[in-house]
Nanobody
Framework: VQLQASGGGLVQAGGSLRLSCAASGSILAFNFMRWYRQVPGKQRELVAIISSSGNTNYVDSMKGRFTISRDNAKNTVYLQMNSLKPEDTAVYYC?????????WGQGTLVTVSS
């Protein structure tokens, strides 16, 4: 399984970005998919989760600003990020879970300028 994250870039505070995570196979095979982010020198932190049935959950600080969604036909999961803040600057990773196995994408850098 390969996960390809894309969509990162430089954006001003208050702006928006949409990240994509394209899987090499059907994402219906995964129990759930997640977005994480990591700032250099800090632990990777969970951002959002979407289950195979489409149920979603978010870390409190992202609720109302970020939206995770999926397009099963395109084998892609998205993270729509609105009202971005400088503290959202990080490398964002997509993750997929199947049974006891975790799969990771390569990460995409999001930089939010003040």
């Amino acid at each position: 399984v390969q996960l390809q994250a894309s969509g990162g870039g430089l954006v001003q505070a208050g702006g928006s970005l949409r990240l994509s995570c394209a899987a090499s196979g059907s994402i219906l095979a995964f129990n759930f998919m997640r977005w994480y982010r990591q700032v250099p020198g800090k632990q990777r932190e969970l951002v959002a989760i979407i289950s195979s049935s489409g149920n979603t959950n978010y870390v409190d600080s992202m609720k109302g600003r970020f939206t995770i969604s999926r397009d099963n036909a395109k084998n892609t999961v998205y993270l729509q990020m609105n009202s971005l803040k400088p503290e959202d600057t990080a490398v964002y990773y997509c993750n997929a879970v199947k049974s006891l196995h975790n799969f990771w994408g390569q990460g995409t850098l999001v930089t939010v300028s003040s």
